[in-house]
């Protein structure tokens, strides 16, 4: 069963590790054994966290994905107990045991997401579920997310010469290859599951990573990206 | 402290890892350290998910094992708080923070459950108490049955020369000895809590089991078990 | 960030492993990349464990402490979202969604609680935040006072030549060493999280330590305590 998922990650956090801005969106495609990606499209965001339409943005990832890899199923960031989008209605919603928050969220986005799932679902004849935390392949899109997510902040501290501390997604932690980056999970029984992203413009070598707990937010790690002194 | 403590665990699962039958019940006797049983014994059971009475028939293992091995308390799989089971009434039930379709389900065995633990405690001097997931022995059990599941599925599909989708217990993983089966917890402070079930009929050997995540349940792994081609 | 947080912790047990007496308190100051202490101080306790002033004898245990090593922020054991307790009122409390007994205990030390929060601001120019088990430094405190509580609970079976049960603080293993204690965490995501405790009495060289799961409240591990025979 091949499955496609998308999810955004990390956070640019403010000196008291407050999030400023959401990183990156990453859609991913795996199967068997639902370890790691095996195609994967990533995009740098930097929205507001505040923003309520990253569940549209992301899936749209996914329809550009979809036309790269076929998928027997699509995963969406949004836990409604695996509805499928499509048939997703504002009385379903109030319905939901989630948080009056979260439902006017949703209830923003709902008429947009319908429109693109029906198109995805026409188009890709693949069915869309609301199944959010309880994914892997949700979970692999978010790892993605903060793989690249290093090298956009990286980038970013490069450009601007300054230092940046980048919030990871819960429970992960990065290491850092010659062209490459790996975000591992840290959640109980996924010590085998991770994002990659590719380091084409070669800026992972030019800066320096320091890893560390985030003090007020158990399991969240926080980098402290400088660029390398000359 | 001896405790003896029964659960059942496994199910059989269709292509889209919906489950369909319950494969096993174990009882077992654990005693410091808490990391495995010293005594134990399994049943196949395949009996569909929606059926009410497992926890009827785990209360019957429990009282094999314990004239097998005498204990200082029995542990149930029904969390509620560790109340004994034989002085449970209608109106505890009515007034605990659980769901009512919970309620619902014990409502309905609650009749012969106080019956078999009021014979339970006379016969044996024990306590029978309703802990439920808080329990180390039940998790014991838990993973018991895990392992004998794998067994039990193993000899279903060179029975049937079928491959087989069992999805295992929460957080557990398989290894697979020459003569033996070992289910590990991968829950975080149970590093070293494990079940156990000997391959008494040698069907292990005779299969090919290959492990991977359940993509719509993070934390839950499935087994594809076939027969290995001759 | 240098922050200071104070938490007590481990318990003593009776035979059915329920929970007696607190044993120790600790202060700790940590910073980046906040693993462990680089400062502490910590106190024998005993106390009952009903008793409601702990979160007072904790901040007590911080002002000592901000006496010798200056910090950016305290984090005090209390989980009501990251609120400074000394703007802390009856009514912020009410609209809190936290239990009606947990509301009972804070409001009957609130008076004392912000009273004492409003000389330390004054004094030490620093927030103390009400962040509770999301804090990290809160957590090192709380392995700290496990780590301490192994000491205080050996000498206590010297003088007493008997044996005790210790109950360690949730998802934490200790190791021993020549002149020391190390209390390591066993939540996921923390594997480099530790408390220490300095043994200068030498005290841990006389007793012999078993350590095992607790059978009914899973993720706990208690220590069994006794004097080495001469």
Known sequence: MRIVAADSGSAILNEEFAPQKIVAVSAICTEVPYRNAFTQLS???MTAVNQHDLIVKELRMCKKLLRLASADAVHLD???GGIPVSQLTMSDLQDMSISSKAKQRIREVLPELRKQATEIEQEFNVELLAIGKESLPVRIAE???????????SAEALKHQRTILLGLPALCTIALGEREVTARSLQQGEHDVVGFAEDSDNVIQKIKIEEFSNPAV?????LRIAAKEA
């Open 43 to 45: 995009e740098l965001l």
């Open 78 to 80: 949004m836990s409604l």
């Open 218 to 222: 158990r399991g969240f790690r926080v």
């Open 143 to 153: 790892l993605t997310a903060g793989a690249y997510s290093v090298i956009y902040a």
